[in-house]
C-alpha cells in the first residue's frame, strides 16, 4: 500500500511539471478562429510554392538541355512527403505544430530560391552555362558519380574525424590543465597566444614537407585548430568555476582529481561544449584546404580535379555534399549538447 502512495504521489508530480514550452504555450494569449486558419494556411504555403515550382519547372520552356528532368521532381517530392509526415504528427499533437508553424515560411522560401534558380539557369540563361548548371543536373551528377563520391566523402569523413578527436582530446587536457593550475597555465598560455591567432592552415607548406603522409599532415593541421578552440574554451570554463563551489567540495572531503572530474568540468561544461562546436568550424575550413592542396583523396580534392576539367555540375555535386555533411555534424554537436545540459532546461513546477 506504501509503495502505491508512492508511486501515485510520483505521479501526481510529474503531471503538476512543465515545461518551459508548455508554459509559455499557457502564458500566450489564445488564438482567434482566423489566426488558427491563418496559421494553418502558412503550413501549407511550402506545397503552394511546390506547386508554383512545378509549373514552372514543366510548363516553361528550357533554353539549354536538361537531361532526366524526372530526378528533380522524385527528390523534391521525397522532401514534400518528409515535411507532410511532420505537419500530419502537428496535427496530431499540438505543441508539435507551433514548431512546423514556425518552419513553414524558411521551407516556403526554400522552394521559391530553388525555383528562381533555375529561372535563372535553366530557363532564361541569365546565368551562364556550364558554370551554373540547374538543379537537375547537379543531382543526376550526383547519382551519376556516386560511387567516387561516397569514396571521396568516406575519406574527408576519416580525415575530419581523426584529426578534430585528436585535437579535441589534447585540447581539453590543456584547457583544464591551465585553468586548474597556474604553474601549468604560466608555461602554456605563451604557447596559445603565439599560435592561437594565426591560422592552422598558415602551417600547410611546412607540415607537408616535415611529415611522411599527406593524411598525418591534414590530420594534424585539422587538429591543430581544434586543439585551440578546445583549449581556450576549456580554460575559460574551469577558471570561471565558482570557488565556492570548489571549497565546499573540499570541506566534503574531495581531493584533487574529484575537484577536476566532479566539479570543475561539470561546471564547464557549456564551455567545453562551446569549443567543441568552434572546433568542428575549423576543422571543416582545414579539411577542405588541406585536401585541396595537397590531399590524394577526399571532397576537397573532388572538387579541385572537377574544376580542372571543367565539369561544375559534379563539382557543385561535392558541393552539396558538403554542405549536407557540415549540417548533420553541427546537428550532431546540438543534439549532443541539449543532451549532456539537459539540467540546464529544467522544469517548472
Not at 112 to 125: F, I, P, S
Not at 150 to 176: D, N, P, R, W
Request: aromatic share 12%; with cysteine; net charge positive.
Amino acid at each position: 500500500l506504501l509503495v502505491m502512495k508512492k508511486e501515485t504521489a510520483k505521479g501526481m508530480e510529474k503531471e503538476r511539471q512543465l515545461t518551459r514550452e508548455q508554459l509559455l504555450e499557457m502564458e500566450s494569449a489564445p488564438k482567434t478562429k482566423m489566426q488558427r486558419r491563418l496559421d494553418v494556411l502558412v503550413c501549407f504555403c511550402p506545397f503552394i510554392a511546390a506547386i508554383i515550382m512545378f509549373l514552372v519547372y514543366y510548363n516553361m520552356p528550357n533554353i539549354v538541355t536538361n537531361p532526366k528532368p524526372h530526378i528533380f521532381t522524385i527528390c523534391v517530392c521525397f522532401f514534400l512527403a518528409l515535411y507532410l509526415i511532420t505537419l500530419i504528427r502537428g496535427f496530431i499533437n499540438k505543441s508539435y505544430f507551433g514548431k512546423v508553424r514556425y518552419k513553414a515560411p524558411l521551407y516556403t522560401v526554400i522552394v521559391l530560391v530553388v525555383m528562381l534558380y533555375d529561372v535563372l539557369t535553366l530557363k532564361t540563361g541569365i546565368l551562364k552555362q556550364p558554370f551554373f548548371p540547374c538543379v537537375n543536373t547537379i543531382l543526376v551528377a550526383i547519382i551519376e558519380d556516386r560511387k567516387l563520391l561516397l569514396v571521396s566523402t568516406l575519406g574527408s569523413l576519416k580525415l575530419l574525424f581523426t584529426g578534430y578527436f585528436i585535437g579535441g582530446i589534447l585540447g581539453l587536457i590543456t584547457g583544464v590543465a591551465c585553468g586548474y593550475n597556474k604553474k601549468i597555465n604560466y608555461w602554456v598560455s605563451p604557447i596559445i597566444k603565439l599560435l592561437g591567432p594565426i591560422p592552422s592552415t598558415t602551417w600547410i607548406p611546412i607540415i607537408m614537407v616535415l611529415v611522411s603522409s599527406l593524411f598525418k599532415g591534414s590530420a594534424f593541421i585539422i587538429g591543430l585548430g581544434v586543439w585551440f578552440a578546445m583549449t581556450i574554451a576549456s580554460q575559460n570554463g574551469i577558471q570561471n568555476v565558482d570557488k565556492a563551489y570548489l571549497e565546499a567540495a573540499r570541506t566534503l572531503g574531495a581531493k584533487g582529481y574529484q575537484l577536476v572530474f566532479r566539479v570543475a568540468i561539470p561546471h564547464a561544461m557549456p564551455n567545453i561544449l562551446q569549443g567543441m562546436t568552434q572546433g568542428m568550424s575549423s576543422a571543416c575550413t582545414a579539411l577542405l584546404v588541406a585536401e585541396m592542396l595537397g590531399a590524394k583523396a577526399g571532397l576537397g580534392w573532388y572538387i579541385q580535379w572537377q574544376k580542372s576539367w571543367a565539369i561544375y555540375s559534379k563539382m557543385y555535386a561535392a558541393v552539396v555534399l558538403i554542405c549536407v555533411i557540415f549540417t548533420a555534424v553541427a546537428f550532431a554537436l546540438n543534439v549532443l549538447k541539449k543532451i549532456l545540459l539537459r539540467w540546464q532546461e529544467g522544469v517548472v513546477k
